[in-house]
């Protein structure tokens, strides 16, 4: 399924549930042929995301609007900016507003995350990854909303990468054992995908660089002083990702260890929303 099919179905439930048989609100006191316009005016600093995903929610719901948009995804936003102009049939307008903001103020404030973390080690060869730890079924959103914001994403979901996390290896018996029958199973499936392993100590990070076909490690929780010493004893054999704990505080000194990626959560999972507001333009 592409991503078009999916951020189609993930606003027509949106609508769906938001509508439901019909806007009273609007209905009850709007002409159904008085038409105006509107202005998405910026309201706090960040990066502007969910322009594109506006733009559909509006063809979804409008059958006929302009839109003029002034700034784009990606955008460094500042209080009193104007992202965009639509103009149409004012209850479609009004019918669409709140799902505009829903969207674009939870990407907003993801991507101003993610250009926090990653603005710090921006001249470091390190990239900033996302992570599983998002809503729901807003996945693809929040995940479009970290590369608007400078960062990269880890994995869409289970069906991606092979991905041997400590409960993984553990149930498996052991990481040499967890290994070893990912490669079988990829080999029976006929199936191309990278591997990587977390590692939670230099014991583990041994194991695995003893195996062939692992892609990429993962070192867990380990110190600034440990990380780099692990990115020396693994030297080009594969890439490394560190995880665990790291804050916009910490961040500059792991990527410095020379890690491939960093892997934060709190990208999409501790965030705030970024205060928007679309209203009424004459």
């Not at 951020?7 to 709007?30: K, M, V």
């Not at 993801?110 to 729901?136: F, G, H, V």
Request: glycine share 8%.
């Amino acid at each position: 399924m592409n991503i078009n099919t999916l951020t189609d179905r993930l606003i027509d439930i949106a609508i769906a549930e938001d509508l439901g048989d019909g806007d009273h609100s609007a209905l009850a006191c709007i002409p159904a042929d008085k038409r105006g316009s509107a202005q998405l005016l910026v309201k706090q600093s960040g990066v502007l995301a969910g322009v594109e995903i506006a733009k559909q929610v509006f063809a979804k719901i409008a059958d006929d609007f302009e839109l003029e948009i002034f700034l784009q995804d990606g955008a460094r936003i500042s209080p009193g900016d104007v992202a965009f102009k639509v103009s149409g049939r004012v209850i479609p307008l009004l019918q669409a507003e709140r799902l505009v903001l829903n969207f674009m103020q939870r990407m907003s404030g993801i991507a101003s995350q993610t250009a926090r973390y990653a603005d710090i080690i921006a001249d470091l060869p390190t990239k900033i990854l996302d992570t599983r730890k998002t809503t729901p079924g807003l996945r693809l959103i929040e995940k479009m909303a970290v590369k608007i914001g400078g960062g990269e994403n880890h994995r869409m979901g289970l069906y991606d990468m092979v991905m041997l996390k400590d409960n993984h290896n553990d149930f498996a018996g052991g990481i040499p054992q967890a290994v070893e029958r990912v490669k079988k199973y990829l080999a029976k499936k006929n199936k191309n995908l990278k591997i990587e392993v977390e590692v939670r100590n230099f014991q583990e990070l041994q194991q695995v660089l003893n195996i062939e076909g692992v892609d990429r490690v993962m070192l867990d929780n380990f110190s600034v002083e440990d990380t780099r010493e692990a990115v020396k004893r693994v030297a080009g054999k594969m890439e490394t990702e560190s995880s665990g704990g790291i804050t916009l505080v910490t961040l500059r000194a792991y990527a410095e260890c020379g890690v491939d990626y960093i892997s934060v959560g709190a990208l999409t999972h501790q965030i705030q929303s970024l205060d928007l507001s679309l209203k009424a333009f004459f």
